[in-house]
Every structure is written in structure tokens, then in C-alpha cells.
């Protein structure tokens, strides 16, 4: 799916989406991402493979050696999940303490009281291996409290240098 082919809260391109088109995946500064769930779907094992897998080596790629990433995971259009996709996004985590070092969740607007539950458990284990993790509600809130800007792409591919304007 192409990445400029569904709705987000951004007015910009995503630098990743996954296979279903479900997950978009912007860079940030400070180094990190912003992994945001951008159509209404359930939380499946595929989409959590993706995540762990394809996603988590390009956003290493794109950071090669920065430790102390940030990653923003919006959740807020989920409409269930997996237990498989919670074992393999929590199983991940162990691996990438290394690179990653805070978390942001933005839990699913649509699972209940319940669910929160399951978050701040994970919020908790996710401290317990070495992670700084917030629970957050509103997205826009969240990015000025934790100072994360969103690197934008646009359609112009190439900026020319003032410098090359000037006539000789």
C-alpha cells in the first residue's frame, strides 16, 4: 500500500507502513519513531511480527549506534489484539533495551477498563527491563511533554542550496 494512501494525524508522508497499510511509521527528533496504528484494526501476530522484525531493523538502520531511542506507540484506533501479539511485541522489548530506552503508550480508545489494565502491566514490565515508559491519552499533548518532533517528508524530493541560485 502506498504510504500516502490512508488517513493519519499528520498532514505528512509516513517514512514506513506496514504491509496492511494499518501502521504508520514516522521518524523522529530526538531519534525514535512514532509507530501509530492509522485505520481502526485488531492488534494481530503478522502486524506484530512486521513490527519486531522489518520495523525494528529499518528504525535501527536509520539510528545506527544512538542508544536512548524514544518511541511513541499510538494505539488509540485498536480494536483488540492478539495475546500472540502482546508475547511478541514484550519479547522484543528485552532485545532492543539495548537501543531503546523510553516509551511512550497511547492505550486503545476502544478495549475498556480492562485493558487499561493490561497496559500499566506492561508499563511495568517494560520498567523492570530497563525501559523509562509513560501512559498518555492525547497524542498532541504527548509529543510537546516529551519533546518529540515528527521529521515530515513531502513531495519535494530535492531542495537546491541558496548558494546555486545566485547568478554567476
Not at 104 to 123: D, N, Q, R, W
Amino acid at each position: 500500500m502506498s504510504a500516502s494512501s490512508y488517513a493519519s494525524d499528520f498532514s505528512g508522508v509516513p517514512h514506513i507502513v506496514d504491509p496492511t497499510g494499518a501502521v504508520a511509521i514516522y521518524w523522529t527528533d530526538p531519534p525514535g519513531a512514532l509507530v501509530q496504528l492509522v485505520q481502526s484494526t485488531r492488534g494481530t501476530s503478522e502486524m506484530a511480527h512486521w513490527l519486531v522484525s522489518d520495523a525494528l531493523d529499518l528504525l535501527f538502520s536509520r539510528f545506527p549506534g544512538v542508544d536512548g531511542l524514544r518511541i511513541v506507540i499510538d494505539m488509540r484506533r485498536m480494536t483488540g489484539r492478539s495475546a500472540m501479539a502482546r508475547s511478541m511485541l514484550m519479547n522484543a522489548s528485552g532485545t532492543a533495551a539495548g537501543r531503546i530506552s523510553h516509551v511512550v503508550l497511547l492505550p486503545s480508545l476502544h478495549m475498556g477498563p480492562a485493558y487499561f489494565k493490561v497496559i500499566e502491566a506492561t508499563a511495568v514490565a517494560l520498567r523492570l527491563v530497563g525501559y523509562r515508559v509513560d501512559v498518555e491519552q492525547n497524542l498532541d499533548e504527548a509529543l510537546k511533554k516529551h519533546a518529540v518532533h515528527i521529521e515530515m517528508l513531502s513531495d519535494v524530493r530535492a531542495v537546491l542550496k541558496p548558494e546555486l541560485l545566485k547568478p554567476d
